[in-house]
């Protein structure tokens, strides 16, 4: 079993940043991919971001450059670092946990925290 707290949201204005961390405790931390999603009124959860704590981080198109997924693995903790925010970013941002190995972008994710929301003023 792995709990996961997400913390960091907030109100920005458009061009802002933020960071978001999510505090994983449970079983091992590095055997888990870690993934960021987000969820706007009236859309559908969204893959937003991910790493395992090997290899290069995975993105999705829209956030490809102004977002950055990390992985502390001491303190156990992913972060979402968020630049250069916009508008249609404003969703609950949720963090997840998978024990597939491959692809994050297509994995089946068995854990999730509660949400943080984020709002981006214009």
């Known amino acids: 079993q792995v709990q996961l707290l997400e913390t960091g949201g907030g109100l920005v204005q458009a061009g802002g940043s933020l960071r978001l961390s999510c505090a994983a405790s449970g079983r091992t931390f590095r055997e888990y991919g870690m993934g960021w999603f987000r969820q706007a009124p009236g859309k559908e959860r969204e893959f937003v971001a991910a790493?395992?704590?090997?290899?290069?981080?995975y993105y999705s198109d829209d956030v490809q450059g102004r977002f950055t997924v990390s992985r502390d693995i001491d303190k156990n903790t992913v972060y979402l670092q968020m630049n250069s925010l916009k508008p249609e970013d404003t969703a609950v941002y949720y963090c997840a946990a998978t024990t597939v190995g491959g692809n994050l972008r297509t994995a089946v994710y068995d854990y999730w925290g509660q949400g943080t929301q984020v709002t981006v003023s214009s």
């Open positions: 790493r395992h704590w090997w290899g290069s981080p």
